[in-house]
């Protein structure tokens, strides 16, 4: 009973005191929480560790700088290290410049293959490898070193891939190394980076993302090479879905539409082109979907042209299961 007593006495000036000292300090969290300018306080990918590769231009450049825009901390990786150099520098630009000038972006070079220095800017920082993505030994080494310096890796998106060099029909194409290599360079790479990933990176809690294409879903005259690798694509994403959905981990394709690019050439001025950086909204909503829509595609033409026709508060109906529905008479 005394016991009691004591303890409530001490209860009793415990309230006290939260009152007299937690309760102002709260009240002036609140009032900075209304000073954080809206800009910061939006960020859609604050603290997510993201793995972008095949990011030294094109669309994974544009997808490495919307996500450092959003606030994640960025690994960026290709084989070509000057490459890398420019998407980092651009994305010191963007955020260093605004935010502060307090120290200027160092980037070192680290002269083993696969590892490479910290670019610290503002508030995010953007990691260089240099890797060859079809080889294990790179990939093991930029995962490991990613690990090193950050601990895992939240968000993977594999990128990194290549175009069909001759175009023709299956009777004209007689070279099937080119097939091999091709497949070598867009699915076998990928089950490469996102094995080590998974193993060494993102135990649990985490998300995948490739970037796919229309030739993931349909045939296309001439290009039975590439729409081979992206039909396999499409099937490792949606098989890894299901496998990796007990750790909470999501796994979805997006393809990025007809972007201008050095290794897809399109003219510009051609109807239905698009520019890598008018990927951000369907990208953003990609990466921040939920748990329901795992094992799903999204075309970033059919994400604009919903959200243009129905709204934002629809833009999930841009989502396509990869499994096809099972059929019924
Ligand atoms: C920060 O950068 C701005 C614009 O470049 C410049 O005008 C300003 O003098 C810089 N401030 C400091 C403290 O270096
Ligand atoms: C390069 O990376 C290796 C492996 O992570 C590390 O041991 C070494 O210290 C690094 N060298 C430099 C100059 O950063
Ligand atoms: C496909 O390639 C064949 C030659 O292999 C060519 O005759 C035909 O015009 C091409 N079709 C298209 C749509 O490019
Ligand atoms: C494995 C794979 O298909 N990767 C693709 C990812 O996206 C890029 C950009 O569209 C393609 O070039 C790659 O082939």
């Not at 175009?167 to 099937?176: F, N």
């Not at 229309?214 to 729409?227: D, H, P, Q, R």
């Not at 796994?251 to 003219?267: A, E, Y």
């Not at 999930?316 to 019924?328: N, R, V």
Request: charged share 20%.
């Amino acid at each position: 009973m005394v016991g009691a007593a004591i303890a409530s006495t001490k209860r009793h000036r415990l309230v006290h005191s939260v009152q007299r000292v937690v309760l102002p300090q709260i009240l002036i969290l609140i009032l900075l929480a209304f000073q954080i300018p809206k800009t910061l306080a939006m960020l859609l990918l604050e603290g997510k560790r993201i793995l972008v590769t095949g990011s030294g231009r094109g669309i994974g450049r544009a997808i490495a700088l919307i996500c450092h825009q959003e606030g994640a901390q960025v690994a960026i990786s290709s084989r070509t290290m000057s490459e890398l150099d420019e998407t980092a520098a651009l994305a010191a630009e963007a955020q260093v410049a605004p935010l502060s000038n307090r120290s200027s972006s160092s980037i070192t070079h680290n002269k083993s293959s696969a590892v490479a220095a910290t670019t610290t800017c503002a508030n995010t920082k953007m990691n260089i490898h240099v890797a060859d993505v079809t080889k294990k030994e790179d990939v093991e080494a930029m995962v490991q070193e990613i690990v090193n310096n950050w601990g895992g890796i939240d968000i993977l998106i594999n990128n990194a891939g290549g175009a069909q060099q001759q175009k023709g029909s299956v009777d004209i194409l007689e070279d099937e190394q080119a097939l091999t290599s091709l497949l070598q360079l867009n699915v076998v790479s990928v089950h490469l980076v996102t094995n080590a990933v998974c193993r060494l990176a993102m135990k649990k809690d985490g998300r995948i993302l490739n970037i796919s294409s229309k030739a993931g879903k349909v045939g296309l005259e001439n290009y039975s090479f590439y729409v081979a690798s992206k039909f396999a694509l499409e099937g490792m994403t949606a098989s890894w879905s299901k496998e990796l959905k007990h750790k909470n981990i999501i796994v979805n394709s997006l393809s990025p539409g007809m972007v201008n690019t050095r290794s897809f050439p399109k003219p510009p001025d051609k109807k239905g082109v698009r520019t890598p950086d008018s990927i951000r909204k369907c990208l953003l909503f990609a990466l921040t979907s939920e748990m329901g829509y795992t094992g799903h595609y999204v075309h970033a033409d059919e994400f604009d042209a919903v959200v243009r026709e129905k709204g934002e508060a629809a833009a999930s109906q841009a989502w396509k299961a990869i499994d096809e529905l099972p059929f019924h008479i």
